[in-house]
């Protein structure tokens, strides 16, 4: 079966502070990955993917990821953040060719002034 | 904004009673999924509809049910609600391709049994 890890259940950084929030996947087959994000009482929006390729991904409001295959990590990173940051994230994997995304615990980034 | 609509958005019901969401889905899109977030949890998967057959179920018990209509669109019913149905019921649209594999969430029903 496959699951998914979110290391860290909150994260607070100070505005214009780079950040991480770590994720690790385990699956004995082929998957691929994403970052969601859900802001408060609204449903969920896609950050990113990784299918193939590149393992550095790049995805909207100025995040990016990196595939690590022998690591089976795909962590998000974004080199300075903004207070509109603020939100839950959520990885979540796919076996290819399968019907369900299988989501971590999510983190909560918090951003302080 | 995703294209895909979730009706109620907030919805109150009783222990016992039977409940049914809906969900829109983006244009274009053939296979609806749903999925239950409990507060302060990830998503988790119950369900998938493609052509108007289940296509996929996760660890739910069978008072959780579904149906997809032609035009795509497709309902939730949860029968005999239980304290423990309480949570935020996302719905995910999609395209059938295996080039295609993103889903686009509705904004959600947040569904509160007392």
């Known amino acids: 079966a496959q699951s998914v890890t979110q290391l860290d259940s909150q994260v607070p950084v100070f505005e214009e502070a780079p950040v991480e929030l770590r994720c690790n996947y385990s699956s004995s087959v082929s998957v691929y990955l994403f970052w969601y994000v859900q802001y408060p009482n609204q449903g969920l929006q896609l950050l990113l993917k990784y299918l193939s390729g590149s393992t550095l991904v790049k995805g909207i409001n100025g995040f990016e990821a990196e595939f690590n295959k022998s690591q089976t990590s795909f962590h998000l990173r974004k080199p300075s953040v903004h207070i509109s940051d603020t939100a839950e994230y959520f990885c979540a994997c796919l076996i290819q060719g399968a019907q369900k995304l299988v989501f971590g615990q999510g983190t909560r980034l918090t951003i302080n002034p | 904004e995703t294209g895909v609509t979730q009706s109620p958005t907030h919805l109150i019901k009783t222990r016992g009673q039977q409940v049914t969401l809906r969900c829109s889905s983006q244009s274009g899109h053939n296979t609806v999924s749903w999925y239950q977030q409990a507060l302060g949890q990830g998503p988790q998967f119950i369900f998938q509809?493609?052509?108007?057959?289940?296509?996929g179920r996760g660890n739910f018990p069978p008072r959780f049910s579904g149906l997809q209509f032609p035009n795509y669109s497709s309902e939730l019913n949860v029968n005999a609600l239980e304290l423990d149905d309480s949570a935020l019921y996302l719905c995910?649209?999609?395209?059938?391709?295996?080039?295609?594999?993103?889903?686009?969430f509705g904004q959600g029903t947040r569904l509160t049994v007392v």
């Open positions: 995910a649209s999609s395209l059938r391709n295996v080039l295609n594999t993103e889903a686009f």
């Open positions: 509809y493609y052509r108007e057959e289940e296509n």
